[in-house]
């Protein structure tokens, strides 16, 4: 076998396009399962065209619903964003989970401290209990 260097670039573009063509196909069937605006025949419909005619298919697919297709990745990752916030904040204890007394204690010991004078330490109790 004579294989040069030109063979081998040439063989990695080819295995770069399949690469790319599967991701292109994949994101596209999930997408069409995560769609809840189309409902079963259209989903049906969507990947008997991509089995059968996939390239076309897919190039139809983007260009006609690319634009709800990132739009609605994008409301996933915010709902994802917010949840691992509210996780955060319930595992971190800010989220209204610290207790009225640990806030006052902490606020206590600060006062103890020197950290804060009275009137700071009325008002962080005030607070505490309030909220």
């Known amino acids: 076998m004579n294989n040069s260097f030109w063979d081998f670039l040439v063989w990695l573009f080819w295995f770069y396009v399949m690469v790319?063509?599967?991701w292109i196909?994949?994101?596209?069937?999930?997408?069409?399962?995560?769609?809840h605006t189309l409902n079963?025949?259209?989903?049906a419909l969507w990947v008997i065209f991509l089995v059968f005619l996939p390239f076309l298919a897919a190039f139809i697919y983007l260009i006609a619903r690319?634009?709800?297709?990132?739009?609605r990745r994008m409301q996933e990752v915010q709902q994802m964003q917010a949840q691992n916030?509210?996780?955060?904040?319930?595992?971190?204890?800010?989220?209204g989970g610290a207790s009225s007394a640990s806030e006052i204690e902490t606020a206590k010991r600060?006062?103890?401290?020197g950290a804060i004078n009275q009137a700071e330490y009325e008002q962080l109790k005030a607070k505490a209990i309030a909220g």
């Open 20 to 22: 790319a063509c599967i």
């Open 110 to 113: 600060l006062l103890d401290s």
């Open 40 to 43: 079963g025949w259209a989903k």
């Open 85 to 95: 916030a509210d996780y955060i904040r319930t595992v971190a204890g800010t989220g």
């Open 66 to 71: 690319g634009k709800s297709m990132s739009e």
């Open 25 to 35: 196909f994949i994101t596209v069937i999930i997408d069409i399962f995560r769609d």
